[in-house]
T-cell receptor, first 115, second 114 residues
């Protein structure tokens, strides 16, 4: 594909439910990042993958959040027992390599609403 | 305290006018500074990337400047268009780290009115 894609674009769920958010990075990009963005704020780092492994998950807020990238391409962010405070835009980005000189390309995001 | 602060929080200007957005940061030492444009409900799109040794970088009607001594950057938009309405986010990367350590500002919400 031409860019980073994310599905679904919108997700509405009830408090306590489980949700999965999918990210399909640019082909060939080894580094993949998940961010959470609240209204009026900049993106906040959640987790970063280099290949299949989570190189840095220090941004995950608690153990209800988990992400995988089993084949080094598509990634899934999983949220268990969702809470209203989890409502936000979830952004995925990828870069060719994780180096600081490589441009990050963002997907369109998934808007998660927890009722 | 956020290490990247932007001003103003929001700005409204007439189509065709110029404007300048400000970014002050405390991240030090840093590797590079980036400006992103984020349309409502969309992901950010990179406009410019400047290393600590660069003073200015242009991308069409967008010109970013950097003063590493005062830790300030600005994004100047000339001859604004309605499509420039978006949030503009300043992002700083600390030196010796990869992209996972990007520090994002809260953005400036720019509205262009006809």
């Amino acid at each position: 594909g031409a860019g980073v894609s994310q599905t679904p674009s919108n997700k509405v769920t009830e408090k306590g439910k489980y949700v999965e958010l999918r990210c399909d990075p640019i082909s060939g990009h080894t580094a993949l990042y998940w961010y959470r963005q609240s209204l009026g704020q900049g993106p906040e780092f959640l987790i970063y993958f280099q290949g299949t492994g989570a190189a840095d998950d220090s941004g995950l807020p608690n153990d209800r959040f988990f992400a995988v990238r089993p084949e080094g391409s598509v990634s899934t962010l999983k949220i268990q027992r969702t809470e209203r405070g989890d409502s936000a835009m979830y952004l995925c980005a990828s870069s060719l390599r994780p180096r600081g000189t490589d441009t990050q390309y963002f997907g369109p995001g998934t808007r998660l609403t927890v009722l | 305290k956020n290490q990247v602060e932007q001003s103003p929080q929001s700005l409204i200007i007439l189509e065709g006018k110029n404007c300048t957005l400000q970014c002050n940061y405390t991240v030090s030492p840093f590797s590079n500074l980036r400006w992103y444009k984020q349309d409502t409900g969309r992901g950010p799109v990179s406009l410019t990337i400047m290393t600590f040794s660069e003073n200015t970088k242009s991308n069409g009607r967008y010109t970013a400047t950097l003063d590493a001594d005062t830790k300030q950057s600005s994004l100047h938009i000339t001859a604004s268009q309605l499509s420039d309405s978006a949030s503009y986010i300043c992002v700083v990367l600390p030196r010796r780290f990869g992209n996972e350590k990007l520090t994002f500002g809260t953005g400036t919400r720019l509205t262009i009115i006809p």
